[in-house]
């Protein structure tokens, strides 16, 4: 069975400063996905990033990048440039071509302080 | 174009009633889930619709819960003779074609059962 886990309940980061949170995974698939969700207080989840598991190069959008090592099974997040709106809760989350739903982290809490 | 919706935003019911929630999926998409989060928690898979095949019901946690998609649109998540442990956020997304593809979120249902 597929899980995913995010070992840092809580994290902290000074505006305009860098922020990475940790996700890593067990997966017995070879057609798999990667997402990293963000829930503001709204509870909207966001999609930030997706990261297809045969693509070796990282994905990025704007300040928003990844650090995928397959072979380790780690997939963190690195925020830059940190904003007051990044502030939320951050979920990792597997998905695979052989299932439907996706597994999901128990989430990170990230403060961006002023 | 309309994101995912999802109704109603807040339900407060009392132990042993019926509640229904609805969920309407971004046009064209053909897969619908369903997803509950509990305070502090991940989200835990409930139920997955894909076009016209049988829904994976796998994460459903008793047979007080159910969920139809009628005409391939729009869902309901009926929860019978609710809980107090059933209260949650119920969370539904929607994807294009199926596991592949991003799963998009609705805003979720708070459900409070006293």
């Known amino acids: 069975a597929q899980t995913v886990t995010q070992s840092q309940p809580e994290m902290s980061v000074q505006e305009a400063e860098t922020v990475t949170l940790s996700c890593t995974y067990d997966t017995s698939e070879s057609d798999y996905y990667l997402f990293w969700y963000k829930q503001p207080p709204s509870r909207q989840m966001i999609l930030v990033i997706r990261q297809e598991a045969y693509k070796q190069q990282n994905a990025t959008e704007n300040r928003f990048s990844v650090n995928f090592q397959k072979a380790a099974k780690s997939f963190s997040l690195k925020i830059s440039d940190s904003q007051l709106g990044d502030a939320a809760m951050y979920f990792c989350a597997h998905g695979a071509g052989s299932q439907g739903n996706l597994i999901f982290g128990k989430g990170t809490k990230l403060s961006v302080k002023p | 174009g309309a994101g995912v919706s999802q109704s109603p935003s807040n339900k407060v019911t009392e132990k042993g009633k019926d509640v229904e929630l609805r969920c309407d999926p971004i046009s064209g998409h053909t897969a619908l889930y369903w997803y509950r989060q509990s305070l502090g928690q991940g989200l835990e898979f409930l139920i997955y619709?894909?076009?016209?095949?049988?829904?994976?019901k796998s994460g459903l946690p008793s047979d007080r819960f159910s969920a139809e998609r009628t005409g391939g649109s729009v869902s309901t998540l009926t929860i019978q003779r609710t809980q107090q442990e059933d209260s949650a956020v119920y969370l539904c997304a929607s994807s294009l074609v199926g596991s592949r593809e991003t799963q998009y979120f609705g805003p979720g249902t708070r459900l409070l059962v006293l």
């Open positions: 619709f894909q076009g016209n095949s049988a829904p994976d």
